[in-house]
């Protein structure tokens, strides 16, 4: 099996997976890199963080794991395989979704999809956090980051640079 083919059966897979958005299949991601490519820990932390800068939706982290695995064509059939997939199937889904607007079968789905979702996107930051979380240093980062979240009118964007720019203060005064 090819190593494009593999990133296609591996990212379309997760693609379909993804119920509750991206986030949902982070340790389920992370578990199958590392099955069938080698990623480490530490390769997905910083591919997922990279991705999170970028603009655009916030599962892009997959065209740098894929560019990570197999170069620029890797990154290309990372991100089709990721978001092809998932589109059709919300295109098909929606349509269904309409036509039964009225159902008590639609309500109660959407109440019992509501905190499975929940719980795989939170699965997913204990992924991230597991990894990124190493020392008292990045405990701070992260709670600092978590309080400014909460208190001020500061964008995700401007806290992720300002929590890099700590991070790089910090290793460099050490």
């Known amino acids: 099996m090819t190593l494009q083919w593999q990133l296609t059966e591996v990212f379309s897979m997760l693609s379909l997976l993804a119920v509750g958005g991206g986030t949902a299949?982070?340790?389920?991601m992370q578990s199958m890199?590392?099955?069938h490519f080698g990623f480490s820990h530490t390769q997905f932390v910083h591919a997922y963080s990279m991705g999170q800068i970028a603009p655009g939706?916030?599962?892009l982290s997959v065209l740098i794991m894929g560019e990570l695995i197999d170069g620029l064509s890797g990154a290309a059939v990372a991100l089709l395989a990721f978001f092809v997939p998932s589109s059709i199937?919300?295109?098909v889904a929606g349509r269904l979704w309409a036509m039964?607007?009225?159902?008590p079968w639609r309500h109660s789905l959407e109440r019992t999809l509501a905190p499975i979702s929940l719980g795989l996107m939170c699965s997913g930051l204990y992924t991230v956090a597991h990894e990124a979380l190493v020392s008292i240093q990045t405990y701070l980062i992260?709670?600092?980051?978590l309080f400014l979240l909460f208190k001020s009118r500061l964008s995700s964007v401007t806290l992720i640079l300002m929590?890099?720019?700590?991070?790089v203060l910090i290793h460099e005064f050490q």
């Open 163 to 167: 929590a890099g720019i700590v991070s």
């Open 33 to 35: 890199l590392h099955q």
């Open 25 to 28: 299949v982070l340790p389920e």
């Open 57 to 59: 939706p916030n599962m």
């Open 142 to 145: 992260a709670a600092g980051v």
């Open 89 to 91: 199937l919300c295109v």
């Open 100 to 103: 039964f607007k009225d159902s």
